[in-house]
């Protein structure tokens, strides 16, 4: 006798036959207004009105020419790495370490800036960038490596790689690459003028990393959408099985998608150190490989949805901040805020894929 | 009736936002504050926090005060640094080390505004530096742990081998052995200024290894709580933590930056702002010591005497003969340590296990 009293229905969830399309593509939108609708409530418990809250989170922000500018330049980092994971994913390749090709790229890169800190060329720009996505994919291949010859699980070996990358920069800015007129403090010299990728709009810091991002997005898509490779990608996501009967070679695509992903977040590391910040610091990511992760499901892993998740997410950080600046909201907003979207978005996606019964009409009797 | 209200709810937050955007002409001053951790913290950013509140209430109706927390040091700093600076706020104080080059880089562009920056080197016209000078603090807990260790082991919980950090480690030491020559520090470096969960692991594995002193250069409570709980003593770091562990803090090191944040604030109100690089000490008041508790007189008395000294100038927490690792002089008998020494200082005293993370 179950102890549940009988009134109480049961539910299950019952996978739905055909998922529609509209809603797969329609649920992060639902996604976001049910936060938004979250968000008034929020505020409104913490006594803050909330349509100036909204606003100042969400739209003030974005009402300058700079604001523009900031959301993208924090969201480049995230469109650049999550179009790479996300390529990976469809693949069923599960590339959690891009915070460590990112920092890769970053150490690559900021060295090939720093050994050219006195040569005025302008090919130091370019040897820069390509020496940062050698370093994202040379990071991303080790994975790749360990998972094709001993079939290691890539999830572990690439988020203990990102370790590794981190406390590597770390030992190189505490030791033989800091300044040497900084007092001994963990910072790089500042990178030259001929290393650093040049600002697009004048007195702002968004900088040509926000095109690549934009080329990489398209050729992302291209390379998903229409060529054989990512649908080679996608069969061996959706079918494993099917993939081996068509002869579809596994390792090769493990690969690909991780020196891809890899040399993709080994460009927004370099990206990053060339750009905003302009030298090496212990740190250079608050982040970003992480939340890419998250940004390439919101982005329903298409390049385009990738983009369009990248700029809520950085809009969320930015608008954070300004609520702390206006209004005086506490800055645990921004955290929670991220968790109510990521919520309802997996809660919208149960109900795009399954449907709730409740059981007890399904049969007469109870267990 | 409800939708009416609704709209003119919209209204009115309308109104409201326009008359914020165009910042109508008052005499108030915005003052801003960036800071590294959460206000919470119970420690470094706590204080600072304290220093805000306290230009509020020295200044009162002439000042509005703003705070942004959790800033990580980095792009996302300067963007937050500036978008204080677009909004009006006359002084901008930022609060940790890694905001140096991002607030110099905003302050260029934004002239009349004045900067201060805590714990940096680099000044500039509108952007002044100041810090403490918390190794006199940590001169005085090694005297107290020289007395009270009876492992003579002390166990110290770092954040990141910058030059700050190794300095509280050197005089931690140089004060222990002042009274005792056999005592050794082991420093266990935790790569973060806060992660309570690390911190107090840090403490945990110290402990195991024979520490009865425990003292940390992390911001939060954490490796004091650890020491309460394992029946050691410890040190509260940045603010009084004694709530944290009535039987095991017997002495805090305080930062105190009201007075610093209402004198600067009313030197930018009253035009008299100028740009300099200040480090403070106990002389000054900006670092503090907390009561010397779970400890018996004499140790108080002697605790009392070495920070009497220092504050009258009569004792430098450095002075020769100070020994390297290697056991070389590097500070000898008769002298203290220049301030290139102290600040950029990246060795370890004779007496610290482990070598020196590079």
């Given amino acids: 006798m179950s102890l549940i009293p009988q009134f109480i229905p049961k539910f299950v969830l019952e996978t739905r036959v055909e998922v529609s399309n509209k809603w797969v593509i329609l649920s992060p939108i639902i996604a976001i207004i049910l936060t938004l609708f979250s968000g008034i409530i929020i505020f409104s418990l913490m006594g803050k009105d909330p349509l100036l809250a909204l606003y100042t989170f969400f739209i003030q922000p974005v009402t300058t020419l700079f604001g523009v500018t900031e959301l993208l330049v924090k969201a480049t ?29 970053a150490i690559f890169g900021g060295g090939a800036a720093l050994l050219c800190n006195n040569i005025e060329s302008y090919l130091v720009l370019p040897f820069v960038l390509l020496l ?29 790689l990102s370790y590794i ?28 003028d001929y290393a650093m990728l040049p600002v697009l709009v004048e007195n702002s810091r968004l900088n040509l990393g926000s095109v690549f991002a934009i080329l990489v997005v398209l050729l992302g898509w291209i390379l998903i959408a229409r060529s054989i490779i990512g649908f080679q990608l996608r069969v061996v996501g959706l079918a494993p099985a099917a993939a081996h009967y068509a002869g579809f070679k596994h390792s090769g695509l493990v690969w690909l998608s991780f020196t891809i992903s890899g040399g993709l ?42 983009l369009f998740a990248s700029l809520v997410m950085a809009l969320s950080y930015i608008g954070g901040e300004n609520a702390q600046i206006e209004i005086g909201l506490p800055a645990a907003v921004t955290g929670l805020f991220q968790g109510v979207l990521l919520f309802f978005l997996l809660a919208c996606d149960v109900l795009v894929r399954y449907r709730i019964k409740s059981s007890s009409f399904i049969s007469g009797k109870r267990s | ?84 600076a677009a909004t009006g706020h006359k002084v901008i104080f930022t609060t940790s080390f890694g905001f140096m080059n991002p607030t110099l880089k905003v302050a260029k562009k934004f002239p009349d505004v004045k900067f201060e920056h805590a714990t940096g080197y680099k000044q500039s016209k509108n952007v002044a530096t100041f810090s403490g000078r918390f190794y006199e603090g940590r001169y005085i807990a090694g005297v107290i742990a020289g007395k009270i260790s009876k492992t003579n082991k002390i166990g110290y919980v770092a954040s990141f081998p910058i030059p700050e950090v190794v300095r509280g480690i050197n005089a931690f030491l140089l004060g222990a052995r002042s009274v005792n020559p056999d005592m050794s520090i082991n420093v266990v470096w935790v790569n973060t200024w806060y992660d309570p969960g690390k911190e107090g ?20 409570p954490a490796p004091l709580q650890v020491a309460e709980n ?20 017997l002495s805090a090191i305080i930062d105190d930056w009201d007075s610093y944040y209402v004198e600067r604030t009313k030197a930018a109100i009253d035009g008299s702002w100028n740009s300099q690089d200040v480090w403070l000490g106990l002389k000054e008041g900006m670092v503090k010591m907390a009561p010397y508790t779970n400890m018996p007189n ?40 220049d301030s290139g020494m102290l600040l950029g200082m990246n060795f370890y005293v004779e007496g610290v296990q482990g070598s020196l993370p590079k």
């Fill in chain 1, 165 to 192: 990358a981190v406390l590597f920069l770390s030992y190189l800015v505490h030791g033989p690459w800091r300044d040497p007129g900084g007092f001994n403090f963990p910072e790089s010299q500042l990178f030259s």
């Fill in chain 2, 1 to 84: 009736m409800r939708i009416k209200s609704f709209y003119r709810e919209i209204l009115l937050s309308l109104i409201a936002i326009a008359l914020s955007g165009v910042g109508f002409a008052n005499a108030e001053t915005k003052v801003g504050f960036v800071y590294v951790g959460p206000i919470g913290d119970h420690g470094w950013t706590y204080r600072h926090d304290v220093g805000r509140l306290a230009v509020e209430k020295a200044l009162g109706a002439k000042v509005k005060t703003t705070f942004v927390e959790s800033v990580k040091e980095g792009p996302d700093s300067e963007r937050v640094i500036r978008q204080l």
């Fill in chain 2, 230 to 249: 394992r029946g050691v003593k410890g040190f509260g770091q940045a603010s009084d933590m004694i709530k944290f562990a009535p039987k095991a803090q």
């Fill in chain 2, 201 to 220: 692991d840090a403490a945990k594995a110290l402990i195991d290894q024979g520490a009865d002193i425990i003292t940390q250069h992390t911001d939060s």
């Fill in chain 2, 298 to 337: 004499d140790v108080v008395a002697l605790a009392q005497k070495t920070e009497d000294a220092i504050r009258d100038g009569s004792l430098h927490p450095f002075s020769g003969p100070i020994k390297d690792q290697s056991g070389k002089i590097v500070v000898e008998a008769g002298k203290v340590a």
């Fill in chain 1, 265 to 306: 977040a080994g460009l927004a590391g370099i990206a990053e150190v060339s750009g905003p910040i302009g030298q090496l610091l212990p740190s250079v990511s608050p982040g970003y490989g992480f939340t890419a992760i998250i940004v390439a499901f919101l982005g329903r892993l298409h390049p385009v949805g990738v």
């Fill in chain 1, 132 to 160: 940062g996505i050698l370093g994202g994919a040379f990071w991303g291949a080790i994975p790749a490596f360990f998972k094709t010859r001993f079939n290691a699980n890539e999830i572990l070996t690439s988020l203990m």
């Fill in chain 1, 77 to 105: 980092p995230l469109v650049l790495i999550g179009v790479g994971l996300a390529i990976g994913f469809k693949a069923n390749v599960w590339n959690i370490g891009a915070e460590g090709q990112f920092t890769m790229g």
